[in-house]
Structures are given as C-alpha cells and as structure tokens.
C-alpha cells in the first residue's frame, strides 16, 4: 500500500479515537451520571450484541430498513426517470414533492399510526416516505441530464421510447441515481430509529427509548454508538458497490494533468 492508501485508511481511525478522547475528557471533566464516559459506554457495547432479545430487536430494524428502501427504490427511480423525460409528469408531481419534501416524516408518524397502527406497516411506509423523495430528484436530475442527441440516436436506431428509457437514459442518469441511494440510505436508516422511538414495540429504538426510560444512559450511548457504527458499515458497502457499477464515471487518479 502507497504511503497516500495507508494515510487515508487510517484517517478514519484516528478521527475515532480522537473523538473518544474528547468525549472521555469532557465526561470526566462535567461528572455528571446522564453523560457516561466513553470507557463505560464501549463496556456497555458487549452486552448489548449478546443478548438475544437486543440482537432480535436490531435484526427487526434492519428487517423494516431493508423493506422500506427497496420499495423506495422501485417506486422512485421510474417516477424520477420519467419525470426528466415526460413534462406532463414533472408538471404533476414537482408541485407535490414541493409539498412534501420540507415535512418531517417522522411528523407523519401519528397519523399513519391511526390509519395502519403501530405494527410493521407504519414504519415500514415513514421509512418508505422518508427514502423515496431524495432518490426521486437524484433521479429526475440523472435524467434530465442526459442528452437529446442520444435519444435521437436510439430513435433512429429503431428504439421504441420504453427501450431508449431502459438503455439509453437508465444508464446515463445511474452515477446521479445512486448518489441518491446513498442519501437514501442515510435516511432509512435516521427515520426507522425515530420510527421506532414514536411506535414503541420492538427495535434498536425502542431498545434506546427503554434504556433512557430506565435510567441506563450507558446503554443509551452504547446504542447510539451502535447504530453509528451500523451506519457507516452500510455506507461503506453501498460506495464499495457504487464505485463498483459506476467506475467508468469515476475520474482517474493516475490521469496526468494537463494545462494545455
């Protein structure tokens, strides 16, 4: 590994441990029993991932994730698509995503919790709402991006309009698509833990909620940690697999510079 590959894996370390340093220090310093110090907090980390009941509660939570993400990504990626190419379609639905887009989904949560109760269902369709409307702009810009000249090329190449949208525009828009999956992503995962803080029955929410119910702020932080911690594992997968389907796009290191 180059001197520049070994510095960069282990930035994020250090910014790891420079955080806990800080954080140890200032509970120290405040004293205080509802801010536990980082010793205590990653002692409390164990016992978490190896209770079976907390293990269950998590695996739930990723369960909803997964379920609410993947429904975004197929309702928002055709809707995005063909907003960016059909105007009648961007005229109807901007306006509603203007109406939308600023309302906090996890407002929505009562609501829905008298329409669907507090099962499953509800949260599944606020991490649902929550995830589809990044992805839908992420997607109207991909496409509304791509250039005309393309499209005529496929038309004159016999494409019927479905088959230039599935091989002409999906790729083309993909890099901007995905950059919205990743914001996507991000808040999944933020609205399922407010989900499940609102709609108490099980999760790494409830886990959380519980714990500051009862007192436990060093499973209140570990719990915090924890779910960093699950954060930054998918985030990190999902560029591996980004980088991985969009490389041709991507710009190349080793390419000299060129100021001519």
Same mark, same amino acid.
């Given at each position: =590994?180059?001197?520049?590959?070994? $510095?960069? %894996?282990?930035?994020?370390? *250090?910014?790891? &441990?420079?955080?806990?340093?800080?954080?140890?220090?200032?509970?120290?310093?405040?004293?205080?029993?509802?801010?536990?110090?980082?010793?205590?907090?990653?002692?409390?980390?164990?016992?978490?991932?190896?209770?079976?009941?907390?293990?269950?509660?998590?695996?739930?939570?990723?369960?909803?994730?997964?379920?609410?993400?993947?429904?975004?990504?197929?309702?928002?990626?055709?809707?995005?698509?063909? =907003?960016?190419?059909?105007?009648? $379609?961007? %005229?109807?639905?901007?306006? *509603?995503?203007? &109406?939308?887009?600023?309302v906090p989904k996890a407002a929505l949560m009562p609501i829905i919790m008298l329409w669907l109760g507090v099962g499953d269902m509800s949260k599944t369709l606020v991490i649902f709402l929550g995830v589809s409307l990044p992805i839908i702009y992420?997607?109207?810009?991909?496409?509304?991006?791509?250039?005309?000249?393309?499209?005529w090329s496929g038309a004159a190449m016999g494409m019927s309009a479905p088959t230039r949208m599935l091989r002409i525009v999906l790729p083309a828009a993909l890099p901007e698509i995905l950059t919205g999956c990743r914001t996507g992503l991000v808040l999944a995962l933020i609205t399922m833990i407010t989900s499940e803080m609102i709609a108490r029955q099980s999760g790494a929410g409830n886990i959380l909620f519980n714990a500051l119910d009862m007192a436990q702020y060093d499973t209140v932080f570990a719990m915090i940690l924890i779910i960093g911690a699950?954060?930054?594992?998918?985030?990190?997968?999902?560029?591996?697999?980004?980088?991985?389907?969009?490389?041709?796009?991507?710009?190349?290191?080793?390419m000299p510079l060129s100021f001519t």
């Amino acid at each position: =590994m180059s001197p520049r590959g070994f $510095v960069k %894996a282990l930035s994020p370390i *250090l910014a790891c &441990i420079g955080l806990l340093c800080v954080w140890q220090l200032a509970a120290m310093r405040l004293d205080t029993e509802s801010f536990p110090t980082a010793i205590e907090t990653l002692k409390a980390v164990p016992s978490i991932l190896t209770d079976k009941e907390s293990i269950l509660n998590i695996l739930d939570s990723m369960r909803r994730m997964a379920i609410g993400l993947t429904l975004a990504v197929c309702f928002a990626i055709p809707l995005g698509l063909m =907003m960016g190419r059909v105007k009648a $379609v961007a %005229a109807f639905f901007n306006p *509603l995503m203007m &109406i939308i887009y600023p309302v906090p989904k996890a407002a929505l949560m009562p609501i829905i919790m008298l329409w669907l109760g507090v099962g499953d269902m509800s949260k599944t369709l606020v991490i649902f709402l929550g995830v589809s409307l990044p992805i839908i702009y992420h997607a109207f810009q991909g496409s509304k991006a791509v250039e005309e000249k393309m499209l005529w090329s496929g038309a004159a190449m016999g494409m019927s309009a479905p088959t230039r949208m599935l091989r002409i525009v999906l790729p083309a828009a993909l890099p901007e698509i995905l950059t919205g999956c990743r914001t996507g992503l991000v808040l999944a995962l933020i609205t399922m833990i407010t989900s499940e803080m609102i709609a108490r029955q099980s999760g790494a929410g409830n886990i959380l909620f519980n714990a500051l119910d009862m007192a436990q702020y060093d499973t209140v932080f570990a719990m915090i940690l924890i779910i960093g911690a699950m954060g930054i594992v998918f985030d990190a997968v999902f560029e591996k697999i980004r980088l991985s389907l969009v490389r041709w796009s991507q710009p190349r290191d080793d390419m000299p510079l060129s100021f001519t």
